[in-house]
């Protein structure tokens, strides 16, 4: 069964507009680690953010946001007047406490095209 | 910042060449993981190790084979290239801790023709 899930697969805006990129897991486990990656043409990974299932305050970092909703299971992220740098790849994961295992369950990620 | 390296970022090699991807991290994480990824963006975890002369598979089969002899250093191999292992190949590497956080290399891009 699919951990994480990306519905978005493609969005477009404008530079200047507000976009949400959603992120929804599923986990048995009552301690989990969330994280989104920033994937730019460039190839590599950037690291944006980590929560863990115990702290569901949610964070805002200059444009970026992130709203955290365990009723839902949520993870969604938010960046504020969107940027052509902002294209990228997105990708959220999920990192499981309980299973001892040592992966991280990415989504599909979510390609994000900003239009100048 | 993580220091993680990678070499070459770019590789085109004919049919049935043996090749070696290079990943060195300068942090002296344990845990380091290849990921390949999908022309359509899914990343599949192909092998991890938790330490020196530790190597596991990952998720997804593949024909690579992995060797950790130094804790910095964790290169893959492929025996024989084949046009199915075009691919993103990136490296990753964490420390021993719970939420498996993980510091990305900038990928390899390996193109078999």
């Known amino acids: 069964a699919q951990k994480v899930t990306q519905a978005q697969t493609e969005i477009s805006v404008v530079e200047k507009e507000d976009v949400t990129l959603d992120c929804v897991y599923e986990?048995?486990?009552?301690?989990?680690?969330l994280f989104w990656y920033k994937q730019p043409p460039s190839g590599e990974l950037v690291f944006l953010i980590r929560?863990?299932?115990?702290?569901?305050q949610n964070e805002i970092s200059g444009r970026y946001s992130w709203n955290f909703q365990k009723s839902t299971s949520s993870f969604n992220f938010t960046i504020t007047a969107s940027q052509v740098v902002d294209s990228a790849v997105y990708f959220c994961?999920?990192?499981?406490?309980?299973?001892?295992?040592?992966?991280?369950?990415f989504g599909t990620g979510t390609r994000l095209t900003v239009i100048p | 910042e993580a220091d993680i390296y990678q070499t070459p970022r770019y590789l085109v090699i004919g049919t049935g060449k043996k090749i070696t991807l290079e990943c060195s991290q300068t942090m002296g994480h344990d845990k380091m993981y290849w990921y390949q990824q999908d022309p359509g963006m899914e990343l599949h975890l192909i092998h991890y190790?938790?330490?020196?002369?530790?190597?596991e598979k990952g998720d997804l089969s593949s024909e690579s084979t992995v060797s950790r002899i130094r804790t910095e250093h964790f290169p893959l191999t492929l025996e024989s290239a084949r046009p199915s292992h075009t691919s993103q190949y990136l490296c990753?590497?964490?420390?021993?801790?719970?939420?498996?956080?993980?510091?990305f290399g900038p990928g390899t891009r390996l193109t078999v023709l």
């Open positions: 994961a999920l990192s499981e406490r309980g299973t001892g295992a040592n992966n991280l369950f």
């Open positions: 986990t048995r486990d009552t301690t989990y680690y």
């Open positions: 929560r863990n299932s115990f702290d569901e």
């Open positions: 990753a590497s964490g420390r021993d801790r719970v939420d498996n956080e993980q510091f």
């Open positions: 190790s938790y330490g020196v002369n530790s190597t």
